[in-house]
């Protein structure tokens, strides 16, 4: 199959999206696919890699907003279509509901009756509320152009539940996956953390933007009443909150015990989790799934994570961490206590995970899904033009 892969979001944009999109791509290719990545006309960082795997990267011109990152030339008030960008591709596979490129790639693959699909990665708040089904109905725009896809998958039951306000479309839930040979647990956890500069601590591990909506903040103030000389807190990513957080470490006294990494390499991030004990996802709302949980349990890694969005539908499945109250400080320090003080359940969790993330959440598990819905698509279009 000729398979286009499309959104404002993939890189440089960093994110759940991006990475999907990226990963998708080559695994697409590795099963023989002709594979394109069409998204605006930016430097992404990945022209070389794509060009070495053989997955093309069309780039469409236009004006970008600096802040939503998404490109208004074609915007969904313009008149202007992806057509010409789409037209030899057998299917369209947009990424993220609310950005133009997406939505009019859809429009694009109805009318050159092509499978046009589309993955749902969000979720907002209250996203099983009925209230969505009135504001869905005050941004006509968005209703009408999700009519377009034959299909959407929903990364998670609440990506499910959020979409499910503005389209009737058929829906299957298909979750993100998780390269399990690149994401791996290690032997020697002592040789990785000398690497990093943390030998002979306990990492607790956090992995993700610097956005409020993530909860970096609640969880600095929840390890910060932590009393654990070994315990030290590491934060991988970066965002507009990083120099707020660096501030808030100093004020709670904690600068010595908490390491920020900034953005790091994805050809390093494999090894930054393997240097963990613990992983932290303190998000405070509108997470649609939460990819970095599976590389997490992928690395043998136990969890805690706040209970929104589609996060229990991990964990309470594969038994392999700690749900707690969102934004609640004393339950998370509660949470990552028990696991520093307690080897034998952070081995069971992390053993947990890496099984369920192997049975269920390994691209070898979730391509023949992703494919198997392209063909019945396929198989069903001129259903479709009557």
Same mark, same amino acid.
């Given at each position: 199959m000729k398979i286009a892969l499309v959104s404002d979001w993939y890189y440089p944009k960093i994110g759940g999206v991006a990475s999907h999109m990226h990963n998708l791509?080559?695994?697409?290719?590795?099963?023989?696919?002709?594979?394109?990545?069409?998204?605006?006309?930016?430097?992404?960082?990945?022209?070389?890699?794509?060009?070495?795997?053989?997955?093309?990267?069309?780039?469409?011109?236009?004006?970008?907003?600096?802040? /939503?990152?998404?490109?208004?030339?074609? =915007? +969904? $008030?313009?008149?202007? @279509? &992806?057509? !010409?960008?789409?037209?030899?591709?057998?299917?369209?596979?947009?990424?993220?509901? /609310?950005?133009?490129?997406?939505?009019? =790639? +859809? $429009?694009?693959?109805? @009318? &050159?009756? !092509?499978?046009?699909l589309l993955t749902t990665h969000s979720i907002s708040l209250a996203y099983d509320s009925r209230l969505w089904d009135v504001i869905g109905l005050t941004i006509p725009l968005f209703s009408e152009y999700l009519k377009y896809p034959h299909r959407v998958i929903a990364v998670s039951k609440a990506a499910e539940a959020f979409i499910r306000h503005f389209t009737n479309i058929p829906i299957s839930v298909i979750p993100n996956g998780v390269d399990t040979?690149?994401?791996?647990?290690?032997?020697?956890?002592?040789?990785?953390?000398?690497?990093?500069?943390?030998?002979?601590?306990?990492?607790?591990?956090?992995?993700?933007?610097?956005?409020?909506?993530?909860?970096?903040?609640?969880?600095?103030?929840?390890f910060a009443s932590i009393d654990n000389d070994k315990a030290v807190l590491v934060m991988v990513g970066s965002g507009d909150m990083l120099p707020f957080l660096r501030?808030?470490?100093?004020?709670?006294?904690?600068?010595?015990?908490?390491?920020?990494?900034?953005?790091?390499?994805?050809?390093?991030?494999?090894?930054?989790?393997?240097?963990?004990?613990?992983?932290?996802?303190?998000?405070?709302?509108s997470e649609a799934f939460g990819a970095v949980i599976l590389e997490a349990m992928a690395s043998g890694l136990p969890i805690v994570a706040t209970a929104v969005g589609g996060i229990p539908e991990i964990l309470e499945e594969s038994d392999a961490g700690l749900l707690v109250t969102s934004g609640n400080e004393l339950?998370?320090?509660?949470?990552?206590?028990?696991?520093?003080?307690?080897s034998y359940l952070r081995d069971l969790y992390g053993e947990n995970g890496r099984k369920t993330v192997e049975e269920k959440y390994s691209w070898d598990k979730i391509i023949p899904k992703i494919e198997s819905l392209y063909k019945e698509v396929i198989s069903e279009i001129p259903s479709f033009r009557n």
């Open positions: 791509a080559v695994k697409l290719k590795e099963r023989g696919h002709q594979v394109s990545i069409v998204t605006n006309n930016r430097l992404t960082g990945k022209e070389e890699e794509l060009r070495k795997r053989g997955v093309d990267l069309l780039k469409v011109s236009g004006v970008i907003d600096p802040v /939503f990152n998404v490109n208004l030339t074609y =915007s +969904l $008030k313009s008149s202007k @279509e &992806l057509t !010409k960008f789409l037209e030899d591709f057998d299917v369209i596979h947009s990424h993220h509901a /609310f950005t133009p490129l997406s939505l009019k =790639s +859809l $429009k694009a693959g109805r @009318e &050159l009756e !092509k499978a046009a040979s690149v994401f791996r647990p290690v032997r020697n956890k002592d040789a990785v953390k000398a690497k990093f500069g943390v030998s002979g601590k306990d990492v607790v591990l956090y992995v993700g933007r610097m956005s409020y909506r993530k909860g970096p903040h609640v969880l600095l103030n929840a501030v808030q470490t100093k004020f709670l006294g904690i600068e010595d015990k908490v390491v920020f990494m900034g953005h790091v390499p994805d050809e390093i991030l494999p090894e930054v989790y393997r240097m963990g004990d613990i992983f932290v996802m303190p998000s405070i709302t339950k998370l320090k509660e949470a990552i206590l028990t696991l520093l003080s307690n």
